[in-house]
């Protein structure tokens, strides 16, 4: 007989939700989130490990975002308690190419978060990683441009909720390659929020100058780490 698992308390099945939204987070991003900063400052990862333990996530530490830290993903067992599936959650370890750019897009919605909760009462209704995208609209010869993240946005207080597109700027782009992303956003009928850490800002704000649809996020990553 196949076991029964007992039903997620909310704050796990919010947790593994977020962790399977972005494919990946780090533990001090779980800590932020989900943890109120004058908290006891283990009690994060004590109990990331006993969901770990519960076989709902695995571990490891990688260097991302400028130091080496522990990693979460969603075990198979997690989307069997969510009851959702992939690609509608993300699932195992995505290749170690893809940790900066998925940490960086979870930093990403955490400072959205933050901010749009700060403006009476706004939320991040959706968040669709180009994971989902992907799955959803397969390459075709005549696809339109998928962003890195789709995000539905609801900015208080009169609920008025838009539709962006993310950028997840790793600093790859320079130049001729920079301008032809920069164009393909700007060619979008959507809002785009170009996401780069500070010291690109300056470069990305003279890429955009022609594209008004686009707006830049300067994360400042070296002040946005829990204090333990």
């Known amino acids: 007989m196949a076991q029964t698992l007992p039903p997620l308390p909310p704050l796990s099945r919010s947790l593994l939700r977020w962790i399977g939204d972005g494919g990946l987070a780090t533990g001090d991003q779980l800590a932020r989130r989900f943890w109120p900063p004058d908290g006891h400052a283990r009690s994060p ?12 996530i695995r571990s490891r530490r990688h260097q991302v975002l400028g130091r080496v830290q522990p990693l979460y ?5 997690a989307s069997t308690a969510l009851q959702i599936d992939p690609p509608f959650v993300r699932i ?3 290749p170690p190419a893809e940790y ?3 940490a960086l897009a979870q930093e990403t919605r955490l400072y959205l978060e933050q901010q749009l909760a700060n403006s009476a009462g706004g939320a991040i209704l959706a968040w669709r990683s180009d994971y989902l995208l992907r799955h959803l609209y397969p390459p075709t010869g005549t696809q339109e441009h998928i962003p890195d993240i789709q995000a539905k946005l609801c900015f208080g207080p009169r609920q ?11 600093g790859h782009y320079h130049g001729k390659m920079l301008a032809r992303k920069v164009a393909q956003y700007g060619a979008q009928p959507h ?10 800002a300056a ?6 100058q022609p594209y008004p649809n686009i707006q830049i996020l300067a994360l400042d ?7 333990e």
Request: with cysteine.
């Open 160 to 170: 008025r909720v838009e539709t962006y597109q993310i950028e997840i700027d790793g």
């Open 100 to 102: 900066e750019h998925l």
């Open 92 to 94: 195992d370890w995505p």
């Open 203 to 208: 470069r990305i704000a003279r890429a955009i």
């Open 73 to 77: 993903v969603l075990t198979a067992a």
């Open 45 to 56: 990862y004590v109990y990331l490990h006993r969901l770990e333990q519960q076989g709902y």
């Open 221 to 227: 990553l070296a002040n946005a780490r829990r204090q």
């Open 191 to 200: 809002k785009v929020i170009w996401a780069c850490r500070t010291h690109r």
